[in-house]
């Protein structure tokens, strides 16, 4: 049969346009791409892009205090939301220009509309034309999801935070995921007084928790209103505020709310569960080790098949997707030892088994310090630092890295370069520190804190 295509591509965001991309460019394939909304998806136009030049944004104003510490006669200044938004959304257009300019230089198709899955080599774009290919890849990637429960409309979530016409005086964060403590902490130190509920006992569930609990008294330190054992009952309008009760006997009214209770899979009225395509509880799409689909021609990476929602990860998924299906060498994705970095300040690096996971397979020891920086001690600040290594006691082999410092995004994939080889603790101890800086520790500490 003669199709249209050899591939079509549902979704533009970062595992989508990868895989696209190098399957016409450098496998020679004919391809054809559909995105109903922004080209660069979640990362670019509204998760880890933005976010971050938030992130640096909100770390000024320690640094004019810390500055001033340092001998500087600088004097604190006034944040200028609508300043930033500007400039924000100006880069955020250009990326997206260069997201289009990649498939275009490619010899991609693009389609700027929905389209959804007839059968297994037919998509229909939402302008009624039908296309047909070899292979379709679902790469829609996730969505924020906020419960229903009374006045749960009024919440925002973290897709409009970027849009706020004002910063709120006063804003309430639902959440103890990463994405919650990250706004958290950005809201915060753009000068927002920031309460966050989580329902849990503790922040940041999954990560090591010394990790995790040094984070959470650091945001309240900082100036987080941190509520654990705390949920949203119900909310009601109060003027242009949202007025909030919650477990705790609190009613509070806020200017914003903003919900990051979790992201679920972007395959609503796909039409991929007609056609055989196996979902998952939250309606993510099953896929086996090469990201193929109980229908052999549907493949899917990236959020949409919930494995692990990181961009990199999108993107490898999408160039082993090309190399198994467009050049005859089948890849599995190898979800292993990833590095991973929450920017919440203090940031937290981290790659490989937390203390807990890696006592519950074997017998370890844990080599832990926490300590006061220079830079930030000199200035006065009271903010602590914690570099964590968990080692198998039989192999000696380092199973996890936990870093919660300042930069620990960078110090992490360095490290993690080493805990993927299978490093020891023994080659930790050869290599020479640099002084003075914080990594430093990594490489010094001799005896064990903790053994398991």
Same mark, same amino acid.
């Given at each position: 049969?003669?199709?249209?295509?050899?591939?079509?591509?549902?979704?533009?965001? %970062? =595992?989508?346009?990868?895989?696209?991309?190098?399957?016409?460019?450098?496998?020679?394939?004919?391809?054809?791409?559909?995105?109903?909304?922004?080209? @660069?998806?979640?990362?670019?136009?509204?998760?880890?892009?933005?976010?971050?030049?938030?992130?640096?944004?909100?770390?000024?104003? @320690?640094?004019?205090?810390?500055?001033?510490?340092?001998?500087?006669?600088?004097?604190?200044?006034?944040?200028?939301?609508?300043?930033? $938004?500007? $400039?924000?959304?100006? /880069?955020?257009?250009?990326?997206?220009?260069?997201?289009?300019?990649?498939?275009?230089?490619?010899?991609?198709?693009?389609?700027?509309?929905?389209?959804?899955?007839?059968?297994? #080599?037919?998509?229909?774009?939402?302008?009624?034309?039908?296309?047909?290919?070899?292979?379709?890849?679902?790469?829609? =990637?996730?969505?924020?999801?906020?419960?229903?429960?009374?006045?749960?409309?009024?919440?925002?979530?973290?897709?409009?935070?970027?849009?706020?016409?004002?910063?709120?005086?006063?804003?309430?964060?639902?959440? *103890?995921?990463?994405?919650?403590? /990250?706004?958290?902490?950005?809201?915060?130190?753009?000068?927002? !007084?920031?309460?966050?509920?989580?329902? *849990?006992?503790?922040?940041?569930?999954?990560?090591? /928790? /010394?990790?995790? @609990?040094?984070?959470?008294?650091?945001?309240?330190?900082? @100036?987080?209103?941190?509520?654990?054992?705390?949920?949203?009952?119900?909310?009601?309008? !109060?003027?242009?505020?949202?007025?909030?009760?919650?477990?705790?006997?609190?009613?509070?009214?806020?200017?914003?709310?903003?919900?990051?209770?979790?992201?679920?899979?972007?395959?609503?009225?796909?039409?991929?569960?007609?056609?055989?395509?196996?979902?998952?509880?939250?309606? &993510?799409?099953?896929?086996?080790?090469? %990201?193929?689909?109980?229908?052999?021609?549907?493949?899917?990476?990236?959020?949409?098949?919930?494995?692990?929602?990181?961009?990199?990860?999108?993107?490898?998924?999408?160039?082993?997707?090309?190399?198994?299906?467009?050049?005859?060498?089948?890849?599995?994705?190898? #979800?292993?030892?990833?590095?991973?970095?929450?920017?919440?300040?203090?940031?937290? =690096?981290?790659?490989?088994?937390?203390?807990?996971?890696?006592? &519950?397979? !074997?017998?370890?020891?844990?080599?832990?310090? %926490?300590? $006061?920086?220079?830079?930030?001690?000199?200035?006065?600040?009271?903010?602590?630092?914690?570099?964590?290594?968990?080692?198998? $006691?039989?192999?000696?082999?380092?199973?996890?890295?936990?870093?919660?410092?300042? =930069?620990? *995004?960078?110090?992490?994939?360095?490290?993690?370069?080493?805990?993927?080889?299978?490093?020891?603790?023994?080659?930790?101890?050869?290599?020479?520190?640099?002084?003075?800086?914080?990594? !430093?520790?990594?490489?010094?500490?001799?005896?064990?804190?903790?053994?398991?």
């Amino acid at each position: 049969m003669d199709f249209d295509y050899d591939l079509f591509v549902i979704g533009g965001g %970062s =595992g989508g346009v990868r895989a696209a991309r190098v399957a016409a460019g450098e496998a020679g394939a004919r391809v054809a791409l559909a995105e109903e909304d922004r080209y @660069g998806g979640t990362c670019v136009i509204r998760g880890c892009v933005p976010k971050k030049l938030m992130v640096f944004a909100s770390e000024y104003a @320690g640094m004019v205090e810390d500055a001033q510490s340092y001998g500087w006669d600088i004097k604190p200044g006034a944040f200028d939301w609508t300043s930033f $938004k500007g $400039k924000l959304h100006a /880069e955020l257009d250009r990326l997206e220009n260069i997201y289009r300019g990649i498939l275009k230089n490619n010899g991609v198709e693009s389609f700027d509309q929905r389209a959804t899955v007839v059968d297994p #080599h037919t998509v229909e774009l939402a302008d009624g034309t039908r296309k047909t290919a070899k292979h379709i890849l679902i790469a829609t =990637g996730g969505t924020p999801s906020i419960a229903e429960f009374p006045g749960s409309d009024l919440a925002i979530s973290s897709n409009e935070v970027f849009h706020l016409d004002a910063l709120p005086e006063k804003m309430l964060i639902v959440g *103890g995921g990463y994405i919650a403590c /990250e706004f958290a902490c950005i809201m915060n130190g753009l000068g927002v !007084e920031v309460t966050q509920y989580y329902r *849990g006992a503790q922040i940041l569930r999954g990560f090591d /928790e /010394e990790a995790r @609990g040094l984070v959470s008294e650091e945001m309240c330190q900082n @100036g987080v209103n941190l509520h654990l054992g705390t949920n949203v009952l119900e909310m009601s309008a !109060e003027g242009d505020k949202v007025r909030v009760k919650a477990t705790n006997g609190d009613e509070t009214v806020f200017d914003k709310v903003m919900f990051a209770t979790g992201r679920k899979p972007n395959t609503d009225g796909l039409g991929l569960e007609a056609l055989g395509v196996e979902l998952g509880r939250k309606g &993510e799409v099953k896929v086996d080790e090469y %990201s193929q689909t109980a229908v052999p021609s549907i493949y899917a990476i990236g959020d949409v098949t919930d494995r692990v929602n990181l961009t990199p990860v999108a993107i490898r998924e999408g160039m082993a997707f090309v190399e198994t299906v467009f050049r005859g060498n089948p890849t599995p994705v190898d #979800h292993a030892l990833i590095p991973t970095a929450i920017f919440t300040q203090p940031e937290m =690096g981290t790659v490989g088994l937390s203390e807990e996971e890696a006592a &519950e397979q !074997e017998e370890i020891e844990v080599y832990a310090t %926490s300590f $006061k920086p220079m830079q930030q001690a000199f200035a006065g600040r009271s903010q602590r630092v914690l570099m964590k290594l968990v080692v198998s $006691k039989a192999t000696r082999k380092v199973l996890g890295c936990h870093i919660v410092a300042p =930069g620990a *995004g960078e110090m992490i994939q360095l490290a993690g370069i080493a805990v993927k080889m299978g490093a020891t603790k023994e080659d930790f101890d050869r290599t020479v520190a640099v002084h003075p800086t914080m990594s !430093e520790e990594l490489v010094t500490m001799r005896q064990p804190v903790r053994r398991l």
